[in-house]
T-cell receptor, first 113, second 112 residues
C-alpha cells in the first residue's frame, strides 16, 4: 500500500540556518504530494504541494520538488526563523483512491534565536 | 472565508463512556474527512464523505465508531464506548471535490 516516510525529529536549528526535512514515498500510481505544517495548538495548514513529477511547490520561503526517480519530496528553506518552529508533515494522495491523504509521522522543528 | 469549524476543542471522558464531535466544513465543500491523530504520529483517515454518502470507511472501527453527514454539510463523529487507546486529536477536513484539503483546529480527546 501507499506510505510516506519522513526523517525523524526533533530537528533543532539556529535562526538563519538552512533547513532540509527528508520525505520519501511509496505509491502504486501517480500521487500528488503535500507538505502540511502544524503550529503549536493549531490545526494542520497546507504549506505547499506538487501534483506531477518535476513540479516545485513553494510558499513562505519553503520549497519542495517532486522527484519521481527517487520517490522523494524533500522540504527546504534557505534561512529559518524562530516563527518556523512547528511540526511538518509530508503527505500524498491519489485521485483514484478518493483523494484521502496518507501522512508521514511528522518532523518537529525547533528554531533557536 | 470561514474555515472548518470543530467543537468541542477539548474533551475528557472515562473509558466506556460515549462522546461526539461536530464538524462544519467550508461552505460549498462537498468532500468531508475525519482523521485520527495519535500523539507523535501523522493523521490517519477514519472516514470520507462525498456530500452525504460514504466514500471510504475502511479504517473506521465500526464496532465503536460511527459518523454521519445527514444533509451533506455538517458531520458528527461518535465513539461508544470509548477505550483508552482512543485518546487522540480528531481532525475534520474538507475539500472541493477531492481537491486540496483544509483542516479544522481539531478536538483533543483524553480517555481516562
Amino acid at each position: 500500500g501507499n506510505s510516506v516516510t519522513q526523517m525523524e525529529g526533533p530537528v533543532t536549528l539556529s535562526e538563519e540556518a538552512f533547513l532540509t526535512i527528508n520525505c520519501t514515498y511509496t505509491a502504486t500510481g501517480y500521487p500528488s504530494l503535500f507538505w502540511y505544517v502544524q503550529y503549536p495548538g493549531e490545526g494542520l495548514q497546507l504549506l505547499l504541494k506538487a501534483t506531477k513529477a518535476d513540479d516545485k511547490g513553494s510558499n513562505k520561503g519553503f520549497e519542495a520538488t517532486y522527484r519521481k526517480e527517487t520517490t522523494s519530496f524533500h522540504l527546504e528553506k534557505g534561512s529559518v526563523q524562530v516563527s518556523d518552529s512547528a511540526v511538518y508533515f509530508c503527505a500524498l494522495s491519489e485521485y483514484n483512491q478518493g483523494g484521502k491523504l496518507i501522512f508521514g509521522q511528522g518532523t518537529e522543528l525547533s528554531v533557536k534565536p | 472565508e470561514a474555515g472548518v469549524a470543530q467543537s468541542p476543542r477539548y474533551k475528557i471522558i472515562e473509558k466506556r463512556q460515549s462522546v461526539a464531535f461536530w464538524c462544519n466544513p467550508i461552505s460549498g465543500h462537498a468532500t468531508l474527512y475525519w482523521y485520527q491523530q495519535i500523539l507523535g504520529q501523522g493523521p490517519k483517515l477514519l472516514i470520507q464523505f462525498q456530500n452525504n454518502g460514504v466514500v471510504d470507511d475502511s479504517q473506521l472501527p465500526k464496532d465503536r465508531f460511527s459518523a454521519e453527514r445527514l444533509k451533506g454539510v455538517d458531520s458528527t463523529l461518535k465513539i461508544q464506548p470509548a477505550k483508552l487507546e482512543d485518546s487522540a486529536v480528531y481532525l475534520c477536513a474538507s475539500s472541493l471535490q477531492g481537491g486540496s484539503q483544509y483542516f479544522g483546529p481539531g478536538t483533543r480527546l483524553t480517555v481516562l
